[in-house]
């Protein structure tokens, strides 16, 4: 409620959707967040992703797929069309899941990750499609 004056910002360029007319002074469009080149990215868990690692080393970088805090009914179909897509277009995925538990580890192009660093992740992979939330 605006009546709080609880600051909120949105993370997406105030150039593609402005700050609406009708928003309160405490509620900013500021644009994506960037990490600090300075700092070095995160480092994962040689061992706990060992997996993950091989199968990245193993052939072309993957299209990351990230649903994150997302219910999804239908977990069953979705796995589906994501690994029939894989096929279909012979690209390697990764997917991270939350709330909503996906299994695609029965296609060898297709592998599962749970958290993990995304500035580790990401690029690792050639292209990302996330929930955006």
């Known amino acids: 409620s605006s009546d709080l004056n609880i600051p909120f910002s949105a993370m997406w360029s105030p ?26 990215s995160s480092s994962v868990d040689e061992e706990k992703f060992g997996d993950l690692i091989k199968w990245f080393e193993e052939g072309e970088k993957p299209v990351f797929i990230g649903f994150g805090s997302m219910v999804i009914r239908d977990t069953k179909r979705l796995q589906e069309i994501i690994m029939e897509a894989a096929k279909a277009t012979k690209t390697r995925i990764v997917v991270q899941s939350s709330w909503s538990k ?27 499609v996330h929930h955006g939330k």
């Open 102 to 128: 996906l299994d695609v580890s029965s296609e060898p192009l297709c592998h599962n990750v749970g958290p993990v660093a995304h500035d580790w992740l990401l690029p690792q992979c050639c292209a990302v």
């Open 15 to 40: 150039s593609f959707v402005p700050k609406p007319d009708d928003w309160p002074d405490q509620c900013q469009v500021v644009g994506t967040f960037t990490q600090d080149k300075k700092k070095t």
